[in-house]
């Protein structure tokens, strides 16, 4: 075995003071040649660990292997086998918990770069306009219940990753999908919360594009729950429905001064953001009231979107997280990231009043110092707060980040559903089948806001119990 004497080859990335006044993507790709170099870091290990930590089980070392020998037309195939969004997962996965983590190459040194790599191969499929997707077209795995049957029509509800993962795998098996989405664009969290300078809004809708290429379909503007029921569907005639309805509803602090004019969720400030373009004001007409000191409230990626959206704006930004820097849950790379463009950190801080003004705008938050205590249900240690340690800061806008909750429509407008604590719907982990025969659910709606790879493992694998369920039918 051949043991490549040199280190992770660095991302190239966009200047901080330059990126700060831009919405450009952030992290610019590897070049041909980089890829080449890092793609012959891999061991190329006979038991790769690294396939075991990605939940759409891809072929990491052939990829690899095809990039090493600059084969990049087949790496981007190996990589569409298992992955319908793969430029998307190169950009947003976060690989360190997941397939970086189990690299073997991570117990001595760096791991491989493999989410790099994956957008690599994405990016360059993309620039050099190869057609992949006819090459998509083998990596069909026909159904025999699907085949020349057009009655067998599956519905998908919502067009986030969990959505669009089942519906490209029941499209490749032959299956009739018809997606439904509530927004005017499809791409759930994709589009309107992960912002251009992470994830350009061109290779989502690229990538859907060659999801409706296998031949699903997308119809936007269709609250399923308001404009047809769940029950109304089978109906009409879908022979199983997939639920990726996902987790927007927002959490709030439950303290005073929440409904003061500036204090804004971070759903409704990123989707101001993102899908209404308000950065783009006066291009597009739909302005977001920001002031010029804003303090995001939260630890995870929807704070650091935020807070690095609200920057990029024009504003001086502050995040206030309850635990220290080490439990914060968004990616190393993106809270490395707002640490470079100059957002500054208060930890072991809670937020117990927002102060507002004789007209009703935000003008500060009290907060109270914490300290950490023993473990809680996460597992993290709990935060606790430090008697006497009240102290105000100035801030005229405030936005909150502290999680979201399963989107409550499909589940309170389907009778019988059985759904858990947090308003999730109860699944079969295994199939994505619910407790209502021919209806499955995945992604976010079923676990609570987790992440892209899960959502799509979960698409991934409901496909394969609907196209069972099918075949029984
Ligand atoms: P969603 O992406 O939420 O999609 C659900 C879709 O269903 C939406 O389009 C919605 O409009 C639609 N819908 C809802 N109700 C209905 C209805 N009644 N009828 C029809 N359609 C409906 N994860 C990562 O891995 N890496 C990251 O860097 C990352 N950053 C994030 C940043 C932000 C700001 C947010 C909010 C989340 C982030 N996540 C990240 C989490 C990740 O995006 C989600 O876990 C993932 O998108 C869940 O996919 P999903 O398909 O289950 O749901
Ligand atoms: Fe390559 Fe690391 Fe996977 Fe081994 S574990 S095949 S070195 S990426």
């Known amino acids: 075995m051949v043991t490549v ?18 919405f450009n993507e952030v992290a610019l790709g590897y070049s041909k040649e980089q890829a080449v170099r890092e793609a012959a870091r891999c061991l190329q290990c006979k038991k790769a660990f690294c396939i075991e930590g990605c939940p759409v089980e891809i072929d990491i070392p052939k990829f690899i292997k095809e990039i090493r020998d600059s084969n990049f ?4 195939a190996t990589l569409k086998e ?9 950009r947003v996965c976060p690989q360190e918990d997941q397939c970086e983590k189990t690299c073997i190459l991570a117990k001595k ?17 993309r620039k050099n306009d190869e057609v992949v997707l006819s090459e998509a077209k083998n990596l069909r795995d026909p159904s025999p219940r699907a085949q020349g049957d057009t009655s067998c029509q599956i519905a998908v509800i919502g067009s986030g990753p969990a959505g669009l993962t089942c519906a490209a795998d029941l499209a490749k098996a032959g299956y009739s999908v018809t997606v439904f989405e509530s927004l005017h664009l499809p791409g759930g ?3 309107y919360g992960i912002p251009e300078f992470r994830l350009p809004k061109k290779i989502v809708e690229e990538e859907i594009a060659s999801i409706k290429d296998l031949g699903a379909e997308i119809k936007t503007d269709m609250v399923i729950g308001k404009i047809f029921t769940i029950e109304e569907l089978f109906s009409q005639g879908f022979l199983a429905v997939f639920v990726g309805t996902g987790a927007g509803l927002p959490m709030f602090l439950g303290i005073e001064g929440e409904w003061l004019n500036r204090v804004y969720s971070a759903n409704e400030f990123l989707i101001r953001t993102n899908l209404m373009k308000s950065y783009l004001f006066p291009e597009y007409e739909t302005p977001l009231n920001i002031g010029k000191n804003v303090a995001v409230i939260g630890g995870g990626n929807v704070a650091m979107d935020s807070a690095r959206a609200a920057l990029r704006m024009g504003s001086k930004v502050a995040v206030l997280y309850r635990r220290s820097e080490e439990e914060m849950p968004a990616r190393r790379e993106e809270y490395e990231n707002a640490r470079e463009e100059g957002i500054k950190f208060y930890f072991l801080v809670a937020p ?5 003004d004789k007209k009703n705008w935000v003008k500060g938050i009290e907060l109270i110092k914490m300290k950490l ?13 430090i008697k006497g340690s009240e102290f105000s800061l100035p801030f005229d806008t405030v936005v909150i980040a502290i999680g979201q909750r399963p989107n409550p429509l499909v589940p309170q407008s389907t009778s019988g559903l059985k759904t858990g604590r947090i308003g999730n719907i109860i699944v079969n982990e295994e199939t994505g089948e619910t407790n209502v025969p021919g209806l499955f659910a995945g992604g976010d709606i079923a676990t609570g806001a987790a992440t892209v790879i899960s959502a799509m493992g979960a698409g991934k694998k409901a496909a394969r119990a609907i196209d069972k369920y099918c075949q029984k039918r």
């Open 5 to 22: 004497k040199h280190g992770r080859e660095p991302m190239p990335k966009q200047d901080p003071k330059v990126r700060i006044r831009n």
């Open 73 to 76: 037309s087949q790496a981007i």
């Open 82 to 90: 298992k992955n319908s969004l793969p430029g998307i997962c190169g």
């Open 109 to 125: 040194e760096r791991p491989v770069a493999i989410g790099a790599l994956e957008r690599f191969a994405a990016d360059w499929e």
């Open 189 to 191: 969290v994709l589009f």
């Open 352 to 356: 117990i009043e927002i102060l507002g």
């Open 373 to 385: 205590g023993s473990p809680d249900s996460s597992g993290r240690p709990r935060p606790v707060p």
